[in-house]
């Protein structure tokens, strides 16, 4: 009988105690070759936080098919909670009123100006002034190198030239040796790399009022002019950008102008085939010259308070170090944290991988990557790189660069 109550009393202890309740928060991601990564966040975010668990929707294929996803599903009010966007589309997310305002949350972070976030970071998640995302992965545009190829071509790879016109010029040595290509500037994804071109003249690609086009100023056409110089003097090739990383790794590749993004593939597939390194982007203009970046940014949805609580908490995990630690190690992306390299975190890891580190010297460098405004981005960005490329093919580059502008005014909301 007394072994009897004294069973009956544990029973009632464990009914009287039940498991502790989660707050679900679902997550919204694109490309699905980053589930890996995400994943790793979330693991570990819920292993500190055992209330909160973390559960993601189907990645979309890119960043426009996921703001897509997203602008349906406010419609038919199944929203996930968090959103990690791509950089550009935060500006139309906060016109939609899809992304929820961070400034609460960040304004009673009493140690927010210690964690992690510069300014030049921030600034990439705010729409005047606001701030509706915060920076989640973020890639500036740099250079990698077959140091093989630039020893073989005369170059020194100790001192890896840091102008265009040194570097156009090291191309076509490189394709002078014959059986191998000096460079490819990549232009096959997006705009972004277009945007390079124009922000790294110190121009802009609208005008002040955000009504009309500005790259088809001076800026424009020195971008443009030098474009076409790494065809006619470069020697680069006009082939997709798939064909050009198969070349690289092959070894039979110079220069190759891309996101640091595919760091670790490049690593992986090279191996011992050649000395690969990396630079930051040379500028036309050092005083006003910057670098786009590009990447992704997260956003609360939820209108929820709890959720909201819980998201603002994941989301600072995930841009945090440890966070950001993570995905620089699983792709080559620049951290969005300044505190990710510290010693502690990544800095130990960027003393082995040096090449992971280029692109986080260009943060003082770093703008935001213009959205196009209007209905017409994706038509106004695919028209641009249709130029690019009839340029690549021979086409006359300012002739292009006048057609390319009348276009994309003729895509501008009226």
Known sequence: MKHFSWIS?????????????QTELKVQFAYPSHQAFHQAIADEFMAKHPDVKITFRAPASDYEEALQTVIRQSITKDLPDVFVSGLQKVSELSERKIAVSLDPFIKAEPEFAGMGYSDRLLALGKVSGTQYGIAYATSTPIVFFNTDLVKRAGGDPNKLPTDWDSLIKLAGD????????????????????????????????????GKDIAFDGPEGK??????????????????????????????????????????????????????MKTSTMPLANPEKGRVPTAGMAAVITTQDPEKQKAAWEYIKFATGPVGQSIVTKATGYMPANTKALEPAYLGEFLKVHPNWETSSRQIPIARKLTAWPGQNGVKIAQNILDSLTRIAEGADALKTLDSMAAETRALLPK
């Open 174 to 209: 490189i394709s002078a040796l014959g059986g191998v290509d000096g460079m490819y500037y990549d232009i096959d994804d997006d705009d972004w790399m277009f945007q390079n071109l124009i922000y790294n003249q110190g121009g802009e690609l609208m005008a002040p009022d």
């Open 9 to 21: 009393l544990a029973f009632g202890s464990l009914v009287a105690f039940p498991a502790l309740a």
């Open 222 to 275: 020195a971008a443009i002019t030098l474009f076409k110089r790494f065809f006619t003097e470069g020697k680069q090739k006009a082939i997709e950008s798939r064909a050009a990383r198969q070349q690289f790794v092959a070894g039979t590749l110079g220069m190759y102008f891309t996101s640091p993004s595919i760091i670790s593939t490049f690593e992986k597939q090279i191996g011992s085939k050649f000395v």
